[in-house]
């Protein structure tokens, strides 16, 4: 089974969303979604890193609860920042933080989680993945930002996936 569907979730989502694309379920329609649903996945086996068990669920749970704070809390921020701009400025700044993290699932959780909180932009991470350069809207102080990114979101990742 896992030969033909290595992704049976994705296989199942790829075929939903194209009938709902479509607006149809005539037999043609439901067989070239069968058809998309088959062979995306397989095309795509290559592209994916092989999957690997979690660890430590407590320390995930509370990497999601700090990450919806954090997203909140950026999004007040960004939006004070933006209405005050005229009168006091955003000090816009890039940042580069040094990495531990290795694991690619780690480094694409991060990524994920610098793209969620508002006033963060991934912009480049090194080729030997041992320092990330971000665009932060408004940096008030850069080692406390840094302590802040390494204590509150590379170090859960580590203890989940590495």
Same mark, same amino acid.
């Given at each position: 089974?896992?030969?033909?569907?290595?992704?049976?979730?994705?296989?199942?989502?790829?075929?939903?969303?194209?009938?709902?694309?479509? !607006? +149809?379920?005539?037999?043609?329609?439901?067989?070239?979604?069968? *058809?998309?649903?088959?062979?995306?996945?397989?095309?795509?086996?290559?592209?994916?890193?092989?999957?690997?068990?979690?660890?430590? @669920?407590?320390?995930?749970?509370?990497?999601?609860?700090?990450?919806?704070? #954090?997203?909140? !809390? +950026? *999004?007040?921020?960004?939006? !004070?920042?933006?209405?005050?701009?005229?009168?006091?400025?955003?000090?816009? *700044?890039?940042?580069?933080?040094?990495?531990?993290?290795?694991?690619?699932?780690?480094? %694409?959780?991060?990524?994920?989680?610098?793209?969620?909180?508002?006033?963060?932009?991934?912009?480049?991470? %090194?080729?030997?993945?041992?320092?990330?350069?971000?665009?932060?809207? #408004?940096?008030? #102080?850069? %080692? !406390?930002?840094?302590?802040?990114?390494? +204590?509150? @979101?590379?170090?859960?990742?580590?203890?989940?996936?590495?």
């Amino acid at each position: 089974m896992k030969r033909w569907l290595p992704s049976p979730w994705l296989s199942l989502g790829l075929f939903c969303g194209w009938l709902l694309l479509a !607006r +149809s379920t005539g037999i043609g329609q439901v067989l070239l979604g069968l *058809a998309v649903a088959v062979v995306m996945p397989l095309l795509a086996r290559p592209l994916r890193p092989t999957p690997r068990p979690l660890r430590h @669920y407590g320390v995930l749970a509370r990497l999601i609860l700090r990450v919806g704070r #954090d997203v909140l !809390r +950026s *999004a007040v921020e960004v939006g !004070r920042g933006i209405v005050r701009a005229r009168t006091r400025p955003p000090r816009s *700044a890039f940042v580069v933080v040094p990495l531990t993290l290795r694991d690619e699932h780690a480094l %694409a959780a991060l990524a994920m989680i610098t793209a969620v909180i508002p006033g963060t932009v991934w912009c480049e991470l %090194a080729p030997d993945r041992s320092a990330l350069l971000l665009h932060v809207f #408004d940096l008030a #102080d850069e %080692a !406390r930002f840094l302590a802040h990114f390494v +204590s509150d @979101y590379e170090q859960p990742l580590k203890e989940i996936f590495e």
